[in-house]
């Protein structure tokens, strides 16, 4: 028997073998899961900001997952109920994360409402939590002498930016806001729209 | 140099093996070079900003004044530039060298090696570039964008026909185990990453194709090629065959199996079908199969022979990584148990993991191959063999403080974050003096890649005295 043929059939087969498994059987199981009547699309802005929370490597430091209670501290901690395949419908590319250097961001926009807070975050973690290894993004703001008509203002502790400087929110920075805000799992994600009340 | 030519089941007379052994290794010394050079360079640009992402958790607001130094970007760069720049064409290098002198056949259009390696840096550049600008795919392992990955998609296609050609053009019947592990590489790498990357996958199926893929590109090319390399390397620094041809079949069928399988337990506890990760869970744990063979046939070819490693380089190297190998498969295969993935999932302990694989077990062996082929490419002997010394030495402690730094760490963090108790920021501040270790080890690691790229550096311009034996036992004669 010709052994090249062996191995190059072996191979291909194995490998093919793991694909059908692994994601063609879940990928039948999983089609056409309905979107849950509590999720809506992302808005122009919302994917826009997700745009960049995926292209400044957010992922890298926070999971979009949250576990099941008999699995870990989750839900105790506040990060939300157990998430479902249902949550992801409108998601590409996935941004399940793998670690949680920082917490889970899956219901960040239920936990913390406040665009005032998060725009100060961003702009400097260690201003809020002094104990944060979170990179500071300030990059998406600009500091201005006088805020100008519909800027949004950075409220931020005395001693962070120079005297006579305002932070204002730019694009970005809005729109990444715009994106955490919309992370919010709260509803029942069997619950379709049109199906029983 | 006179090498009895172990390996082959079907062995030539001495003078034709010594004599097709010239004319294989003037078939692949310059697209070999070529490789390799370009791995050196690789290596170095990826462990430089493999440090400034370590450092970035000492100094959070260093180089933050730009998207292009933020941490997930210098991450994700860091992560490219060493498994496809330094891994990937290292190992394709060692492939593409040993590959005609098994099958005993010159490399087949040496140009279109030539134009791979072209390609590959060229998709390196872009890719990583790319991503250091913000544009990515957004998945782990495959950030690099879609239309860029057609360019090594193309330069692989170029890589494969001059290596599969090479092997149907072979003068042997039989194949060494070598062999089997190249071959079958180059086509798992194809298969894996073309799917991985077509733009039809979306949501948490999605999150099964990404880990499928990631597991995969450790399982079925960084392994597959690295045990190709130590199944070369130790008889042949030896002088003695291989304990059991047998083992080395069930450990490569086994491997083919099994890894291809392990994936999902990247999403143990995620929202995806639990059958799912159990089935990938079975599969690591049945992992303990061909790691165990491989690992009884390297360690029973050795027995009675370490002595050898203090006069062999290359063995030290190759036998270290072989060793780390069997510990970082256990590891893994424990590490996908849901016990132990409660607690270490999501944490610094699996960074440390994957540390041990690609840098105790991968490149520790490709050092090793290094130290033994380019003597033979640019016929020269290692100009400083002290050199060597301190490049093994700081690696391994690189590595080792890197290791057990982070998987102290990473337990007492998912320890502490499964404790409800605990706030959040007690488990991020219990971590920092974890991480100031790791970056310990990665500047010791960056530190044995200095020396390493420049002696390897003095190696290719052949500066150093002419020696008519190895450097290393010479030095040791010396001492």
């Known amino acids: 028997m010709n052994r090249y043929l062996v191995i190059f059939l072996g191979a291909v087969a194995t490998v093919t073998f793991a694909f059908v498994v692994l994601i063609g059987l879940p990928e039948v199981q999983l089609a056409g899961v309905p979107a849950p009547a509590g999720l809506a699309p992302y808005t122009a802005s919302q994917a826009e900001g997700r745009a960049l929370y995926t292209s400044l490597g957010c992922y890298y430091c926070h999971s979009q997952q949250v576990r099941t209670p008999s699995f870990g501290s989750d839900s105790a901690r506040g990060w939300g109920r157990a998430s479902e395949p249902e949550d992801y419908v409108y998601d590409r590319p996935h941004l399940l994360g793998t670690m949680r250097t920082g917490p889970d961001l899956m219901n960040i926009g239920v936990r913390q409402p406040s665009r005032d807070w998060h725009y100060l975050h961003l702009y400097q973690p260690r201003a809020v939590a002094p104990f944060s290894v979170m990179p500071s993004f300030r990059f998406l703001f600009v500091l201005k002498d006088q805020a100008e008509m519909g800027d949004e203002i950075v409220t931020t502790p005395p001693g962070l930016v120079p005297a006579g400087k305002v932070v204002v929110a730019g694009p970005k920075a809005r729109a990444l806001v715009d994106y955490l805000l919309a992370l919010k799992r709260d509803y029942d994600p069997h619950a379709v729209a049109g199906g029983a009340p | ?479």
């Open chain 2, 1 to 479: 140099m006179t090498t009895v030519p172990l390996l082959y089941e079907d062995s030539p007379p001495p003078q034709v093996a010594a004599g097709e052994r010239i004319e294989a290794d003037r078939s692949t010394r310059r697209p070999v070079l070529l490789f390799f050079h370009s791995a050196v360079v690789w290596l170095l640009v990826g462990s430089a900003l493999g440090l400034v992402a370590s450092l970035k958790f000492q100094f959070p607001d260093w180089l933050a004044g730009q998207a292009l130094w933020t941490f997930g970007r210098v991450r994700t760069a860091h992560l490219n530039a060493v498994a496809y720049g330094w891994a990937s064409m290292a190992l394709v290098g060692v492939a593409v060298w040993m590959i005609p002198r098994l099958v005993r056949a010159p490399l087949h259009r040496p140009a279109a090696a030539m134009a791979a390696a072209v390609g590959w840096n060229l998709f390196l550049v872009l890719g990583i570039g790319a991503v250091l600008a913000g544009w990515t795919d957004g998945l782990e392992w495959l950030e690099i964008p879609f239309p860029i990955d057609a360019i090594v998609a193309v330069a692989g296609g170029l890589m494969a026909y001059s290596v599969l050609m090479t092997v149907a053009r072979r003068r042997t019947k039989h194949f060494y185990v070598s062999v089997w592990y190249a071959l079958a590489a180059m086509v798992w790498f194809p298969i894996i990453f073309v799917t991985a990357n077509l733009p039809v996958w979306g949501g948490v199926g999605q999150a099964a194709v990404n880990w499928w893929y990631g597991h995969n590109a450790l399982g079925l090319w960084i392994t597959a090629l690295s045990l190709a390399t130590a199944y070369y390397l130790i008889p042949k620094v030896l002088g003695r065959p291989i304990r059991s041809y047998w083992l080395s079949l069930v450990g490569f069928w086994a491997l083919a199996f099994f890894y291809s399988m392990n994936g999902i337990h990247h999403l143990i506890g995620g929202p995806v079908p639990t059958w799912l990760i159990t089935v990938s869970i079975t599969a690591s744990v049945m992992m303990v199969i061909p790691v165990a063979a491989t690992a009884v046939n390297f360690h029973t070819t050795m027995l009675g022979r370490f002595g050898t490693l203090r006069h062999s380089p290359t063995l030290a190297f190759v036998v270290a990584g072989a060793m780390i190998y069997t510990a970082v498969s256990l590891q893994g295969s424990a590490e996908a148990l849901r016990t132990v993935n409660r607690v270490t999932h999501f944490t610094h302990f699996t960074v440390g993991h994957a540390h041990l694989g690609v840098y105790g077990f991968a490149s520790m062996i490709l050092f090793g191959a290094f130290y033994f082929i380019v003597p033979r490419l640019v016929n020269w002997e290692w100009p400083k063999p002290a050199l060597i010394r301190w490049h093994f030495w700081l690696a391994l402690s690189g590595i080792a403080v890197y290791f057990v730094s982070l998987t102290l760490g990473g337990w007492l963090e998912g320890a502490r974050m499964l404790d409800a108790a605990v706030p959040f920021g007690d488990v991020v501040t219990a971590t920092k003096p974890y991480l100031v270790a790791r970056s310990v080890g990665g500047a010791l690691m960056l530190a044995a890649h200095l020396v390493f790229a420049y002696h390897y550096w003095l190696m290719v311009r052949r500066r150093g005295p002419e020696r008519a034996e190895p450097a290393w036992s010479e030095a040791r004669a010396a001492a």
